[in-house]
């Protein structure tokens, strides 16, 4: 269970830090849109999700080798020592490596998010920015998955974002982590508590603001593509109403 974990997190990996990594130069000035509000902080999120995507990974591959038979014993103890906090430090980390239902569907759901994305930048080439623009001899892109939905690069970055954050809210050395710092910063337990409980209302909070400033930057790049195209934009968008999932969105 724990080699197929690594193989399906080192098939993540790649994928993920590809697909939140902007494959064009920021336009110039004149081709750009002027960005406020959440339009600022949206192209940003990727910086984010690679910094935590590589946290979590090398936190994950540091466990998975620490139960393999090419860990030296020394070392595993170590590495058990100082990641994990529990009765039976060495069984939690063997369940950590099991490969559970929520991680499965996790990484396929972050896989293929990701090779959506990229498929995107294949598609659109030098038009693909991750600030919204129209670029000189832009041109309007109604093949691939834009056949199916107006954004799929959007639908893509949905899908592999809720993957990679199912992988981590499974049972995982990084909440483990994360736990042990929780626990030596907050001794208290009733502090502890009302630390953890703000800190989810905080997560919750940005990522319904991330989901509507997702929908408001849709709304304005299909302006700015019916402003550009004018009636071949109309056209398309009455072929391919659904925004970001088929017969749904």
């Known amino acids: 269970m724990a080699t197929a974990k690594l193989l399906l997190l080192l098939a993540m990996l790649p994928a993920q830090h590809y697909s939140t990594t902007p494959p ?3 336009p110039p000035s004149g081709e750009l849109r002027k960005q406020v509000g959440w339009e600022l902080v949206i192209p940003r999120v990727p910086m ?3 910094a935590l995507l590589w946290s979590w990974a090398i936190l994950e591959c540091v466990g998975l080798f620490a139960v393999t038979d090419y ?3 020394g070392l595993s103890q170590s590495i058990v020592h ?3 906090r529990s009765d039976d430090p060495q069984r939690t980390l063997t369940h950590i490596s099991s490969l559970t239902p929520t991680f499965l569907v996790g990484s396929v759901l972050s896989i293929f998010g990701s090779l959506l994305r990229i498929h995107c930048y294949d598609i659109l080439g030098s038009m693909f920015t991750f600030d919204l623009s129209i ?3 832009h041109k309007l ?3 691939g998955a834009y056949a199916i939905v107006r954004h799929p690069s959007y639908t893509g970055g949905l899908f592999s974002g809720v993957g990679l954050m199912l992988c981590i ?4 050395l990084l909440v483990i982590a994360f736990s042990s710092l929780f626990s030596s910063l907050f001794p208290d337990p009733d502090l502890r508590t009302k630390v953890m409980v703000v800190s989810g209302c905080t997560y919750l909070l940005v990522s319904v603001g991330l989901v509507v400033g997702l929908v408001q930057r849709m709304g304005i790049e299909d302006a700015m593509l019916e402003k550009n195209f004018g009636e071949a934009w109309r056209a398309w968008a009455r072929r391919v109403p659904d925004r970001l999932v088929p ?3």
């Open 24 to 26: 064009n130069a920021r």
């Open 169 to 172: 809210l499974s049972p995982n």
């Open 82 to 84: 100082h990641l994990v």
């Open 247 to 249: 017969w749904v969105y």
């Open 71 to 73: 860990c030296p014993p």
């Open 135 to 137: 670029r000189k001899e």
């Open 141 to 143: 892109i109604t093949s």
């Open 48 to 50: 984010l999700l690679r």
